[in-house]
């Protein structure tokens, strides 16, 4: 199971990055290079949409630092509008230009080419709606994870750091092991 469970990891990985390849010769096919392939999915998830940074954050698999950088250069290069909230002056409200409209557009264009040349491969709507149940669930399973660690992580004692036993001055091997408690 172990091995099945790396090999996914790995896979969800190299597929990720090679969908950012066909997004990239998309773009280069378009002759569009003020805009990178992340930058390109980002707008396109933004959609007619107005939201702000940390909702672009949460709604995406993007890491903060870099949505407020991509953000900056898609601005930059005027793909996106932006402007402070009125109620809330440390949050940005962002949404397309005409020329983010337009090349979310393109990429449209291509998601439906895809879907139609998904039609003559050897997926069917079956194989990639049983992929997503799977996925959902990994995901799942990774928030639930990551929620684990997070709520034992006070009782888990770094491994690299030698500090006073609780138990007094002779401390024993077992002090040092790492206290993590199991939620079910």
Not at 41 to 52: H, P, R, S, V, Y
């Amino acid at each position: 199971m172990n091995n099945l469970y790396l090999e996914v990891i790995s896979l969800v990985e190299r597929l990720h990055r090679q969908f950012l390849e066909v997004v990239k010769l998309e773009l280069e096919g378009l002759s569009i290079h003020d805009i990178n392939n992340v930058q390109a999915m980002m707008l396109f998830n933004i959609g007619d949409a107005e939201m702000t940074v940390g909702e672009l954050t949460l709604r995406g698999c993007y890491l903060g630092s870099n949505v407020s950088y991509n953000v900056k250069k898609m601005v930059e290069n005027g793909y996106l509008a932006h402007e402070r909230s009125v109620h809330d002056r440390r949050s940005i409200h962002v949404r397309l230009t005409e020329k983010g409209g337009k090349l979310r557009d393109s990429l449209s264009s291509m998601h439906r080419r895809h879907g139609e040349m998904l039609t003559q491969s050897s997926l069917s709507s079956n194989d990639l709606q049983a992929t997503s149940v799977t996925l959902r669930r990994l995901e799942r399973f990774w928030i639930r994870a990551a929620d684990l660690v997070q709520r034992a992580s006070p009782h888990v004692a770094p491994a690299n750091v030698v500090g006073p036993s609780r138990s007094g001055p002779s401390p024993n091997r077992e002090d040092f092991s790492p206290r993590i408690s199991s939620v079910d």
